[in-house]
């Protein structure tokens, strides 16, 4: 296994796209938005004041592999509160969508216009982005999981340890990834081999593809990290061929998975076209904004 400290040392955002290892693998890199005032604790506990139902949480010791269920559902009364007192709450909180205010909007696209220039020949322009926010108390744990979006999670206070891992065998990755699509929302069933570890402190963050199994432990102190994440047309068609096959499976067929076959593929593009079944498509806490009650308009 590799630490951060094994490796060549990060390179500020907008270079990861040129150094080889961007898309596919975990990069680390550095950036500013931790020196932005809209993410010290008390304006992140202000806007859930301001967006309460977009607020989910968990305890904050949780195990790291838990493979049954989504993530966590509902609204706090005053999460505002919680947040304010997480240093005695033992409480992990998740703030989705918070590019619905227009100043954490601008937050964000300030940040991704800094990635795609570099992009852009290879894989298009971004698609769909969005932000969230999580805070939690010492020593909290979040399970490991996979996400279908591509993701920049950003260390803005505290500190934690990120570890990424690889599916035994491709066999197993089909396996998790048809779980998704049936309901795990990306909670693995079995522990990954970790292969990367990264220490992160404000002013670093990590790159992470899509698909790619990953886990963290935060540090002795309240941790606020940040994660802006995105599609490209080349994901966002294979995330609904995805979830066609899903669909299909219900009916006991065993379809294809996208990228073995161009002409099936094409097929299911016009199908999922012709009969409506695009969507807005999101992972693990992300979904949590349709499935806990509050459902996000877009």
Same mark, same amino acid.
């Given at each position: 296994?590799?630490?951060?400290?094994?490796?060549?040392?990060?390179?500020?955002?907008?270079?990861?796209?040129?150094?080889?290892?961007?898309?596919?693998?975990?990069?680390?890199?550095?950036?500013?938005?931790?020196?932005?005032?809209?993410?010290?604790?008390?304006?992140?506990?202000?806007?859930?004041?301001?967006?309460?139902?977009?607020?989910?949480?968990?305890?904050?010791?949780?195990?790291?592999?838990?493979?049954?269920?989504?993530?966590?559902?509902?609204?706090?009364?005053?999460?505002?509160?919680?947040?304010?007192?997480?240093?005695?709450?033992?409480?992990?909180?998740?703030?989705?969508?918070?590019?619905?205010?227009?100043?954490?909007?601008?937050?964000?696209?300030?940040?991704?216009?800094?990635?795609?220039?570099?992009?852009?020949?290879?894989?298009?322009?971004?698609?769909?982005?969005?932000?969230?926010?999580?805070?939690?108390?010492?020593?909290?744990?979040?399970?490991?999981?996979?996400?279908?979006?591509?993701?920049?999670?950003?260390?803005?206070?505290?500190?934690?340890?990120?570890?990424?891992?690889?599916?035994?065998?491709?066999?197993?990755?089909?396996?998790?990834?048809?779980?998704?699509?049936?309901?795990?929302?990306?909670?693995?069933?079995?522990?990954?081999?970790?292969?990367?570890?990264?220490?992160?402190?404000?002013?670093?963050?990590?790159?992470?593809?899509?698909?790619?199994?990953?886990?963290?432990?935060?540090?002795?102190?309240?941790?606020?990290?940040?994660?802006?994440?995105?599609?490209?047309?080349?994901?966002?068609?294979?995330?609904?061929?995805?979830?066609?096959?899903?669909?299909?499976?219900?009916?006991?067929?065993?379809?294809?998975?996208?990228?073995?076959?161009?002409?099936?593929?094409?097929?299911? @593009?016009?199908?999922?076209?012709?009969?409506?079944?695009?969507?807005?498509?999101?992972?693990?806490?992300?979904?949590?904004? @349709?499935?806990?009650?509050?459902?996000?308009?877009?």
């Amino acid at each position: 296994m590799l630490t951060h400290s094994a490796r060549q040392g990060p390179s500020p955002l907008e270079e990861i796209p040129f150094g080889g290892e961007f898309p596919d693998h975990p990069t680390e890199f550095l950036h500013g938005v931790h020196e932005d005032a809209r993410l010290e604790l008390s304006a992140i506990a202000a806007l859930a004041d301001r967006l309460p139902q977009s607020v989910v949480h968990d305890i904050a010791a949780q195990p790291l592999l838990v493979p049954e269920g989504g993530p966590p559902k509902g609204a706090l009364g005053r999460p505002g509160d919680v947040i304010r007192n997480l240093g005695e709450a033992d409480a992990w909180l998740t703030l989705l969508h918070v590019e619905d205010d227009p100043e954490y909007a601008d937050l964000m696209n300030s940040t991704l216009d800094r990635l795609e220039p570099g992009m852009l020949g290879s894989e298009g322009k971004m698609r769909d982005r969005a932000a969230f926010i999580i805070v939690s108390s010492p020593n909290s744990v979040t399970p490991a999981h996979f996400d279908i979006e591509q993701s920049l999670l950003m260390q803005v206070g505290g500190s934690k340890i990120l570890s990424v891992g690889r599916f035994e065998t491709e066999a197993m990755r089909r396996y998790e990834a048809e779980r998704y699509w049936d309901g795990s929302h990306g909670r693995v069933e079995s522990m990954p081999e970790e292969m990367l570890s990264f220490s992160l402190a404000p002013g670093r963050g990590v790159y992470i593809p899509q698909l790619v199994p990953h886990w963290v432990h935060n540090g002795p102190n309240i941790s606020i990290t940040v994660t802006f994440t995105y599609f490209t047309n080349a994901t966002m068609r294979k995330n609904r061929i995805e979830n066609l096959n899903s669909r299909l499976r219900r009916f006991h067929l065993s379809p294809r998975p996208p990228g073995q076959s161009a002409p099936i593929d094409a097929v299911k @593009t016009a199908a999922i076209g012709a009969f409506g079944l695009a969507r807005n498509l999101r992972s693990g806490i992300a979904g949590a904004a @349709t499935r806990g009650g509050h459902r996000r308009q877009s």
